[in-house]
C-alpha cells in the first residue's frame, strides 16, 4: 500500500488533455514540494515536474503541475503516443523521515 | 553528462547478503545527496534509503532499518548499498539516483539503469 494515492490508470486520445492525480496527508503533500516521474516501458523513472510545478531543461510545456493542500495533478495536454507510460508522484513525509512515491499510473493513448 | 552505472546484483538464497555499487561521472558527486530506490517486477518505485553529500544525514524504508546500510566514497565517487538477511520480497530492480542539490528531501533528477537483485532459493 503506497503512501500517496494515484488512480492505477488513465487513457485519452492523442491530441487530447489528461490528467493525473496524487492524494497523500498533511505529513507529505500537505508539508512538501511534490515532483512527477515518467517512465517509459523499459527504462529508469525520469524526472518530470519537480516543487510542484516546475519542469526541468528539455520537458514540454505539455506536461504541467499543480498542488492544492494535501492533493497534487500532473496534467498533460496535446497527447502523443510516446507519453504511453507509467507516472509517479513522489515527495518527502516529514513523519516518515522517507522519500515516498504514489502507487503509478499508467498512461494509455487510444 | 552525468552517469550512474550500478553493479553488484544477482541471485541470492534467503538469508544471505549482497553488496551493490553505484558508479558516479559528470558532476561533482560530493556534492549531492544519493538514494537507492527499487522496483519489484511489475510493481511500483519504492524509496529504499538516501544518504547526505557528507554522510551526515542518512534514512531508510521502514521495511529495510537494521538489513540494509547505505555508503559512499566520495574519493572514489561510489554509492554502496550493503543487504544482510535478504528476504524473497527484496526481489527487484535497484536504482542509484542522485538528489537535486539541496540535500535527501530534494527529488530524482538522475537515474541509473539499474541492477537486478533476485532472492530465492
Known amino acids: 500500500q503506497s503512501v500517496l494515492t494515484q488512480p492505477p490508470s488513465v487513457s485519452a486520445a492523442p491530441g487530447q488533455k489528461v490528467t493525473i492525480s496524487c492524494s497523500g496527508s498533511?505529513?507529505?503533500?500537505?508539508?512538501?514540494?511534490v515532483s512527477w516521474y515518467q517512465q517509459l516501458p523499459g527504462t529508469a523513472p525520469k524526472l518530470l515536474i519537480y516543487d510542484n510545478n516546475k519542469r526541468p531543461s528539455g520537458i514540454p510545456a505539455r506536461f504541467s503541475g499543480s498542488k492544492s493542500g494535501t492533493s497534487a495533478t500532473l496534467g498533460i495536454t496535446g497527447l502523443q503516443n510516446g507519453d504511453e507510460a507509467d507516472y509517479y508522484c513522489?515527495?518527502?513525509?516529514?513523519?516518515?523521515?522517507?522519500?515516498?512515491f504514489g502507487g503509478g499510473t499508467k498512461l494509455t493513448v487510444l | 553528462e552525468v552517469q550512474l552505472v550500478e553493479s553488484g546484483g544477482g541471485l541470492v538464497q534467503p538469508g544471505r547478503s549482497l553488496r551493490l555499487s553505484c558508479a558516479a561521472s559528470?558532476?561533482?558527486?560530493?556534492?549531492?545527496?544519493m538514494h537507492w530506490v527499487r522496483q519489484a517486477p511489475g510493481k511500483g518505485l519504492e524509496w529504499v534509503s538516501g544518504i547526505d553529500w557528507d554522510s551526515d544525514n542518512i534514512d531508510y524504508v521502514a521495511s529495510v532499518k537494521g538489513r540494509f546500510t547505505i555508503s559512499r566514497d566520495n574519493a572514489k565517487n561510489s554509492l554502496y548499498l550493503q543487504m544482510n538477511s535478504l528476504r524473497a520480497e527484496d526481489t527487484a530492480l535497484y536504482y542509484c539516483a542522485r538528489s537535486q542539490f539541496g540535500g535527501v528531501k530534494r527529488p530524482f533528477d538522475y537515474w541509473g539503469q539499474g541492477t537486478l537483485v533476485t532472492v530465492s532459493s
Open positions: 513522489g515527495t518527502w513525509d516529514t513523519s516518515l523521515s522517507a522519500q515516498v
Open positions: 559528470g558532476f561533482t558527486f560530493d556534492d549531492y545527496a
Open positions: 498533511s505529513s507529505n503533500i500537505g508539508k512538501n514540494f
